[in-house]
T-cell receptor, first 115, second 110 residues
Framework: GAVVSQHPSRVICKSGTSVKIECRSLDFQATTMFWYRQFPKQSLMLMATSNEGSKATYEQGVEKDKFLINHASLTLSTLTVTSAHPEDSSFYIC???????????FGDGTRLSIL | EDKVVQSPLSLVVHEGDTVTLNCSYEVTNFRSLLWYKQEKKAPTFLFMLTSSGIEKKSGRLSSILDKKELFSILNITATQTGDSAVYLCAVGGSQGNLIFGKGTKLSVKP
């Protein structure tokens, strides 16, 4: 069965809207979750590492004030795209990992379209 | 700069063919190499390799890692149309993050 639940799966909204994406770990407690972005025909690019109870670690070039991450519990991390613009349109995917030496398991992703 | 390079970028075969997908990497503090299959949604986990020379198998799929040559291959035998997907190679560093290659798009024709 699914290890990770991510929703919504699809969002279409107007420019300037803030969009929240949820990622839930279903099978285990995840102190660390990861947020990726995938543009068409490109590979997954890590945006940030979400740490339960502390601030997220952002990759170079990713604006932390633009992409707000909250990891309030061991099973839930949220990514909020604030004041989204058309260039933020992309496929956003979260992943969870039980331990450092375990593989990451991915959610089904959220396709975000900003008009 | 860490990088993962996959080849070929795309491949078209007929059902029953055997394919080999390649992944080379340059990553500091290598911890593991993972293969994922991505169809229309998120990647699904296939294999995780940490040691050289030990082949991992799952049905018609198998993979092996060469840590000396910084290289891995993913083999699919007797391909089926359901194998059509993008196959992603990712390398894990010491921080637990994954660096992905661009993927190999495999198309299996009936």
């Amino acid at each position: 069965g699914a290890v990770v639940s991510q929703h919504p799966s699809r969002v279409i909204c107007k420019s300037g809207t803030s969009v929240k994406i949820e990622c839930r770990s279903l099978d285990f407690q995840a102190t660390t979750m990861f947020w990726y972005r995938q543009f068409p025909k490109q590979s997954l690019m890590l945006m940030a590492t979400s740490n339960e109870g502390s601030k997220a670690t952002y990759e170079q070039g990713v604006e932390k004030d633009k992409f707000l991450i909250n990891h309030a519990s061991l099973t839930l991390s949220t990514l909020t795209v604030t004041s989204a613009h058309p260039e933020d349109s992309s496929f956003y995917i979260c992943s969870v990992r039980e331990w450092v030496n375990q593989p990451q398991h991915f959610g089904d992703g959220t396709r975000l379209s900003i008009l | 700069e860490d990088k993962v390079v996959q080849s070929p970028l795309s491949l078209v075969v007929h059902e029953g063919d055997t394919v080999t997908l390649n992944c080379s990497y340059e990553v500091t503090n290598f911890r593991s190499l993972l293969w994922y299959k991505q169809e229309k949604k998120a990647p699904t986990f296939l294999f995780m390799l940490t040691s050289s020379g030990i082949e991992k198998k799952s049905g018609r799929l198998s993979s092996i890692l060469d840590k000396k040559e910084l290289f891995s291959i993913l083999n699919i035998t007797a391909t089926q149309t359901g194998d059509s997907a993008v196959y992603l190679c990712a390398v894990g560093g010491s921080q637990g993050n994954l660096i992905f290659g661009k993927g190999t798009k495999l198309s299996v024709k009936p």
